[in-house]
Nanobody, 116 residues
Framework: VQLQASGGGQVQAGESLRLSCAASGLRFSNFIYGWYRQAPGQQRDLVARIRDGHGIDYADSVKGRFSVSADEARSTVYLQMNKLRPEDTAVYYC???????????WGKGTQVTVSS
């Protein structure tokens, strides 16, 4: 299983970015997906997660600004981030969790830096 995250960068506050996570080596529909982030000196926290049954959980700090989606045909999960704030600065990681047994996989992170 490989998860390749991309799309990070440096932006100004108020701007947008879209992160992509391309999954390979798995059957896309057999996993549920999420995005997490880790700021320097902080723990890795949930940003958004597509729950089994297709509901979505968002961290309170990103509700109304971020949205997650999945394209099964492309085996890719997206995180659209709007109205970015300096506190959104972190390394963003995608996660895949196997529905069958809960096995968890992480991609390498992509850096998002938001300046004021």
């Amino acid at each position: 299983v490989q998860l390749q995250a991309s799309g990070g960068g440096q932006v100004q506050a108020g701007e947008s970015l879209r992160l992509s996570c391309a999954a390979s080596g798995l059957r896309f529909s057999n996993f549920i997906y999420g995005w997490y982030r880790q700021a320097p000196g902080q723990q890795r926290d949930l940003v958004a997660r597509i729950r089994d049954g297709h509901g979505i959980d968002y961290a309170d700090s990103v509700k109304g600004r971020f949205s997650v989606s999945a394209d099964e045909a492309r085996s890719t999960v997206y995180l659209q981030m709007n109205k970015l704030r300096p506190e959104d600065t972190a390394v963003y990681y995608c996660q895949a969790v196997a529905r069958r047994n809960g096995a968890t996989y992480w991609g390498k992170g992509t850096q998002v830096t938001v300046s004021s």
